[in-house]
């Protein structure tokens, strides 16, 4: 029933910046809490960021941290991932996810609902 869907992604030179933007649907009416992850080629899923029902509890993962925000604006039922300063590590696809609970989660698992991804590229 919920629907997530990525957009926002691009080619960006490193040091540059992108914001990102999941669009949810089903969602209204209950309470989710949403995170971010991304998956290089070759490489596991990982966490970017998570973010309460509210707004008022983030997580960061450490590889973003300071460089990443995470926010929503549930009037939109839109979750964005601003990225400032980017690194080629960073080259990835982007996923947003919901999970229906107030707690806020970092592991994947516990999240439920999951968008198709957008493309990100850090040249160096």
């Known amino acids: 029933q919920v629907q997530l869907v990525e957009s926002g992604g691009g080619l960006v030179q490193a040091g540059g910046s992108l914001r990102l933007s999941c669009a949810a649907s089903g969602t209204t009416g209950s309470t989710y809490a949403m995170g971010w992850f991304r998956q290089a080629p070759g490489k596991e899923r990982m966490f970017v960021a998570a973010?309460?029902?509210?707004?008022?509890?983030?997580y960061y993962g450490a590889s973003v941290k300071g460089r990443v925000t995470i926010s929503r604006d549930n009037a939109r039922n839109t979750v964005y991932l601003q990225m400032d300063s980017l690194k080629p590590e960073d080259t990835a696809v982007y996923y947003c996810a919901a999970a229906h609970s107030t707690v806020v989660y970092t592991i994947e698992r516990m999240y439920a609902f999951w968008g198709q991804g957008t493309q990100v590229t850090v040249s160096s």
């Open positions: 973010i309460s029902f509210s707004g008022g509890i983030t």
